[in-house]
């Protein structure tokens, strides 16, 4: 009876120390982090003078929203505009009309209908200030995450087996379907995901599984950097959309390692 | 009792890695415990000095923004060239011949394979076709293709002298050839099966129906989008 008291009371302490843990964890790794972020976000409302709200009739707070959506776009456009003095190939993204284009020069060269936007918490609740400064840029990538290669090389010896004796006789060999799952990490503390819309997929699950693991290990490595580094923001704002594989391939491959990139909200 | 100790130094070994495991499990579940936790605040999102003005002076200035609009929209619609233009996605194999009101034709055409051949001796060449904006320089009706070194080191065979007739080949980039400059070509093909699929040594291929249409539509200085 007594042995059984004992077990039994190991179980509570092993319980209550988890539940202790996490919410340490929780704490250190989360709470605060992000309780510095909005420390931030606090401190730049207030900067603006936006502190003390005017309160104002249902018609003039639609005709206010009106003119922010109206100078967002003018913006986008301006910096599309920007965007068509470099050389090298860049990603807007719409929201609003739900499309991924890719522009060279000015030129939307390829469109793709988004299916899905999956905007987190955190970016939804930023004041529309700071949400348009996050998203009118041109904003540079500065890290890419992604389940398929940039550049497919294949190394290939001389030999008389070459492919332009093969192209007379044998069939053509289709290239591997890869699943196409991204994440851009941009130099204002935004991350990008453009992942395909098919559930199912279609290349090796081992190349997803090692996307999944890189992803997490960025958002850890975020983290941690969070707690200890001070220049390190506690909250990474995060855009996600949804388009075809075949698409999100095209844009991926296209795009220059460190890509400009712009939304309109 | 010493069974006992050993089962206890067991369970508090398992009671260990059991904690380890589950703070891993925690730390890469961060950003969905941020989610959380961010829930906790909100952010002022004031109207700031519009909402002194009137509904007049607002829609005066909605006017003003609609127009700044409209006029940015022109220039950059103006960016896209009145006449024909090629646009080449080398990730899919596919082209679009296009106006900046409508499509001429669009269908497949084979890009480079990405094969990086190795001759050994420092000499590497990757087959790959050049992204950017590039212009047709030049056309041809019946080119020759002259072959480059690299095709007979794939092939293992002796590099002739420049100018040597055996680098002629006549007939294997099909009836017409665009010019887009450092060796490359939009050109017909001898093997039509393999359009649509990444087989080239960075030239663009195309089918001859549309290779003559794209031939006959694009004139020397035409744009050619390859991304």
């Known amino acids: 009876m007594k042995k059984l008291n004992v077990f039994k009371k190991s179980i509570i302490i092993f319980c209550i120390s988890q539940i202790v843990i996490f919410l340490i964890i929780f704490i250190l790794f989360d709470f605060i982090p992000v309780a510095k972020e909005s420390k931030e976000v606090s401190k730049m409302v207030q900067a603006r003078g936006m502190s003390s709200s005017y309160k104002v009739s249902k018609k003039i707070s ?28 860049s990603l807007l993204i719409d929201l609003s009309d739900s499309l991924a284009i890719l522009s060279l020069k000015g030129i939307s060269i390829f469109k793709s209908k988004i299916s899905k936007i999956e905007i987190n918490k955190g970016l ?35 030999s008389r087996d070459t492919s332009a004796v093969d ?25 990008i995901e453009i992942n395909q819309q098919e559930d199912s997929l279609v290349g090796n699950k ?19 950097e969070s707690v200890f580094s001070p220049n390190q923001h506690g909250y990474t704002y995060h855009l996600a ?15 220059p390692i460190k890509p400009f990139i712009l939304i309109r909200y | 009792m010493e069974k006992l100790k050993k089962k206890n130094i067991l369970l508090i070994l398992l009671a260990l890695i059991f904690t380890m495991g589950a703070i891993l499990l925690y730390l890469t579940k961060s950003q969905e415990l941020k989610e959380i936790a961010i829930s906790f605040y909100d952010f002022r999102n004031a109207h700031g000095a519009l909402a002194q003005k009137d509904s007049a002076q607002l829609t005066k200035q909605i006017k003003e923004t609609e127009e700044r609009i409209s006029l ?18 080398t990730t899919k194999n596919t082209f679009v011949l296009r106006t900046r009101r409508s499509i001429i034709r669009e269908g497949i055409c084979s890009t480079g394979s990405y094969i990086l051949l190795d001759a050994g001796n420092g000499k590497q060449w990757i087959f790959k076709t050049p992204k950017g904006q590039l212009h047709i320089l030049g056309k041809k009706t019946n080119p020759v293709w002259i072959k480059p070194d690299w095709a007979f080191i794939e092939e293992d065979l002796p590099v002739p002298s420049i ?40 030239c663009i291929r195309m089918g001859d129906k549309d290779l003559k249409i794209v031939y006959h539509n694009m004139s020397i200085g035409s744009k050619v989008f390859i991304f």
């Open chain 1, 62 to 89: 639609k005709l206010i929203g009106t003119i922010r959506i109206n100078e967002h776009h003018e913006a986008y456009l301006q910096n599309a505009l920007k965007l068509s003095k470099i050389d090298s190939i």
């Open chain 1, 124 to 158: 939804k609740k930023l004041p529309y200030f700071l949400r348009d400064s996050l998203y009118s840029g041109p904003l540079q990538a500065t890290e890419n995450l992604s389940s398929i290669e940039k550049f497919p090389i294949v190394i290939k010896k001389p």
């Open chain 1, 167 to 191: 192209e007379t006789e044998a069939a053509p060999t289709i290239p591997k379907q890869n699943d196409v799952y991204l994440l851009m990490a941009l130099d204002n503390n935004m991350a």
């Open chain 1, 206 to 224: 081992s190349v997803y599984k090692k996307y999944r693991r890189k992803y997490r290990r960025w958002f850890l490595s975020k983290n941690i």
């Open chain 1, 241 to 255: 959309i949804e388009i075809p594989r075949e698409d999100a391939g095209s844009i991926y491959r296209a795009l």
């Open chain 2, 72 to 89: 940015l929209q022109k220039k950059i619609n103006n960016l896209t060239p009145y006449g024909p233009y090629l646009i080449i996605n």
């Open chain 2, 163 to 202: 100018g040597d007739p055996e680098r002629r080949e006549p007939g294997s980039l099909g009836d017409y050839a665009l010019i887009l400059g450092d060796g490359y070509m939009i050109h017909g093909t001898l093997y039509q099966r393999f359009l649509g699929l990444p087989v080239t040594h960075g």
